[in-house]
């Protein structure tokens, strides 16, 4: 102690504080803003890092310096300079000293001190005033939690009286004055009995602080006492009948329950949500949740449904009058009807409307729901990705609702309405859930008699609904999902179709829309061919309307200003309001060449022509694919080109060609994705012409999927791709015999005027493609005869 004593120096710069006392031996963080104290710390950090701390007087004489003359001269132990001016200090106090003459006044206060040594001898008497004091700081800690155990027992452990009461005055909340008192307490046995004085003091305050807390817990007590005096008063309240306004809310709920003739364990949950809300304040926060709750599952049509209409004569007229076509959809709905009407019972159907756009897979869904007397939802699925949006939301979450079916059912107020889920090949899936799967339980007849929705955890019977889905394609819908539905194909319309359908349906409509009702607007069938020839191209009638709807609004603009209207719009009439044509024949300025093939495409908007083209370059045998082609379709280019190399005597092909020469295979529009294995023959027909110099008939489309022995397999969309030659006017059309059988059920107007050859190996395309050359015949071998 002596030698730590000895090592202050004499003269000390002082950091004088207002509210801080420093013992000796403690640490303290201290942060200091003004340049006084600034320049105090420089100079210590300049010399030997001690400084003179003092406290600062309350009332400060003329000639009296303003500081207690007692302080502790502390070490500067860390410094850091903050970015906003200020100094953080970490000090710890050496020793006591006692204030004897002033040095300098400024720019600081410079002092000169006298250390004062520590009392070592500590006797009997001494001891006891610790272990009082000891005992005095345990029962602070069970009277609070501010302070640790652990603390107390590791000052058990130190043999240094005086420190140990400095230790405990300096973590102890004690009053300025107290703890200077302290400080200044040189001898032992005055320090301790100070200390103890305090501390008893402090017990005193803590146990009335505790008092007047538990007095606190006792009025809350009282309060829960006056809850339940206020709920007995309710109840006398509702035996005289003097009833308030969430009584009367009770009320009218418990009667809309009895009203709505709920089924029996709907009804159960219901009553027994109500009693909960009734023992509720409506302050509570799970008040609104049941009550909203509430809503809900009394106002569901659980049992109401719509009468069906069940003459059969009157829904056929009305679906005729509504659609032109649609042959399939309509007989399916009559079916459905006639089996009602027999049984008097029947689950609704599950259809899947399958087929390009425009079609009128969504209006006729209207048109059933109108022919049945039903009630008509729609519900589009495109690009919905939580499974949340089908099954809703458990009640625990804030803000839950029920899913769109629940709620759509709700809206409608019928428990068998038909329920239109369009666009179901485009369902997302992501993190929040698979929709798909969701739809797997409404959509199966067998158990969406029970669905269960997640907000309102009760099955709901969905056995009644008629559900109808529509899609462009079946590719991306899962297996188990398609497994349920009944699918009926919408085909592209024939030229013959969108006139009939533009007289009866467009027209009118637009003439309506655009306010032309009552005048004289015509047009001539002449003008539709124009249009749907040059003008629009695709399997439905969307962009006819809107065409027709181009025309009528430059006549509707004429009307407007005054002008007389009496159009009878011609073909030749139609560049005047359209300008020039969009689209040509695609055969037009066609004539045969060489690795140059015409096929036949199936999208998800209908059919296509679809054109191959192969040049040859000098290389080393690689091909390059373009068009931006699947891995299916260039797996088929591969599959050509190893068929013509294997048959290159049959087809008199050199075979350095195969090694002298790069191949370039691409399909034009490259922007539009293709896929598929049909394209196959295309491919191979157009190589065969590049490698034997031979041009390709370009009057013949051709589509079928190869091997490598060169045998010609099924492909499906046959029909979209019969329509699409038709509007390209090909009248000749090569098919794989294996689907002779599909054709045999089309009608009769996609097969008229069409020249429709079945082959079985790639052999007899070639034989009827290619163009034998004058100069140089190339013979192609015994091929196998066509079959009409």
Request: proline letters at 4%; aromatic letters at 6%; hydrophobic letters at 40%.
């Amino acid at each position: 102690m002596e030698n730590q004593n000895s090592r202050i120096p004499r003269t000390l710069p002082v950091l004088h504080m207002s509210g801080v006392v420093m013992f000796p031996f403690l640490l303290m963080p201290l942060v200091v803003s003004d340049e006084e104290s600034k320049l105090v710390v420089d100079h210590a950090l300049a010399n030997d890092k001690t400084l003179g701390f003092f406290l600062e007087k309350d009332k400060v004489k003329p000639d009296d310096l303003g500081l207690h003359e007692i302080g502790t001269a502390v070490t500067i132990l860390r410094m850091l300079r903050n970015q906003d001016g200020t100094i953080s200090l970490l000090l710890q106090g050496s020793s006591r000293v006692r204030l004897q003459k002033v040095i300098q006044r400024e720019p600081f206060m410079m002092v000169d001190v006298e250390t004062i040594s520590e009392q070592i001898a500590e006797g009997t008497e001494i001891h006891a005033h610790r272990n009082i004091a000891l005992e005095l700081l345990d029962k602070i800690a069970s009277e609070s939690s501010l302070l640790n155990r652990e603390m107390i027992n590791g000052l058990s452990n130190i043999k240094q009286a005086g420190r140990v009461a400095d230790i405990i005055a300096g973590n102890i909340e004690l009053q300025l004055e107290d703890r200077q008192k302290i400080l200044e307490l040189i001898d032992l046995e005055k320090r301790y009995m100070y200390l103890n004085n305090c501390l008893a003091e402090l017990i005193k305050q803590m146990r009335v602080e505790n008092h007047i807390r538990n007095n606190i817990q006792l009025e809350m007590s009282e309060d829960q006492r006056r809850y339940y005096l206020r709920e007995q008063l309710e109840a006398i309240r509702r035996e005289l009948g003097e009833t308030d306004e969430v009584t009367r809310e009770i009320q009218k709920w418990r009667e809309l329950i009895i009203k709505n003739k709920l089924p029996n364990y709907v009804e159960d949950v219901a009553l027994e949500e109500l009693d909960r809300l009734a023992s509720m304040q409506p302050a509570a926060s799970e008040y609104g949740v049941i009550r909203n709750y509430l809503e809900w599952i009394v106002n569901i049509p659980w049992t109401h449904q719509s009468k069906d209409r069940l003459d059969l004569s009157k829904i056929e007229k009305i679906l005729r009058t509504d659609h032109y076509g649609l042959e399939k959809p309509k007989e399916r709905i009559l079916e459905y009807i006639a089996v009602k009407k027999l049984k008097g019972h029947l689950k609704g159907p599950i259809l899947c409307f399958v087929g390009p756009p425009g079609t009128g897979k969504t209006s006729i869904g209207k048109s059933v729901a109108r022919a049945l007397n039903r009630k008509f939802i729609r519900m589009s699925l495109g690009g919905i990705h939580d499974e949340a949006e089908i099954r809703g939301h458990r009640r625990t979450y804030i803000g839950a609702m029920p899913g769109k079916i629940i709620t759509e059912i709700k809206r409608q107020g019928t428990a068998n309405p038909v329920f239109m889920l369009d666009e179901i090949d485009k369902l997302g899936r992501d993190f929040r859930g698979d929709p798909a799967s969701a739809l797997l339980e409404v959509l199966d007849p067998e158990q969406n008699n029970s669905f269960v929705d997640n907000y309102v955890n009760l099955p709901f019977d969905l056995s009644e609904v008629m559900f109808i889905t529509t899609a462009n394609s079946l590719d991306t819908i899962p297996a188990p999902l398609r497994d349920r539905m009944e699918i009926i194909e919408f085909s592209s319309y024939l030229e013959n179709d969108k006139i009939e359908i533009a007289k009866h349906y467009l027209i009118p409509k637009e003439l309506e829309e655009n306010g032309l009702a009552d005048f004289k607007v015509k047009l001539h069938k002449s003008a539709l061919q124009e249009l749907i020839r040059y003008y629009v191209r695709e399997a439905g009638v969307r962009n006819l309307q809107r065409r027709i709807g181009s025309i009528f609004r430059k006549i509707a603009k004429e009307a407007a200003s005054g002008a007389e209207i009496n159009y009878v719009i011609k073909d030749s009439d139609i560049k005047a309001f359209l300008g020039p044509r969009k689209f040509t024949l695609e055969l037009a300025n066609r004539r045969p060449e060489v690795g140059i093939a015409t096929g036949l495409a199936w999208t998800s908007y209908g059919g296509e022509i679809l054109f191959c083209e192969a040049i040859r370059m000098p290389g080393k045998g690689n091909i390059v694919l373009t068009g931006l082609l699947g891995e299916v379709m260039k797996e088929s280019a591969r599959i050509a080109v190893s068929y013509l190399k294997a048959q290159h005597k049959t087809y008199k092909i050199d075979t350095k060609d195969f090694t002298a020469y790069d191949i370039h295979i691409h399909f034009p529009s490259g922007a539009v994705p293709k896929d598929g294995p049909s394209a196959g023959v295309t491919l191979a027909t157009a190589l065969a012409s590049l490698y034997s110099g031979m041009k390709v008939r370009h009057d013949i489309a051709m589509t079928g999927e190869i091997t490598l022995h060169g045998e010609v397999l099924p492909i499906g969309g046959v029909k979209e791709k019969l329509l699409a030659a038709k509007r390209a006017g090909i009248t000749q059309v090569l098919l794989p015999e294996e689907n002779r059988e599909s054709i045999s059920d089309f009608p009769e107007v996609i097969l008229a005027g069409m020249e429709i050859s079945f082959v079985s190996r790639i052999s007899e395309v070639l034989e009827r493609l290619l163009i034998p050359n004058p100069k140089q015949p190339v013979k192609q071998g015994k091929l196998t005869k066509k079959t009409k």
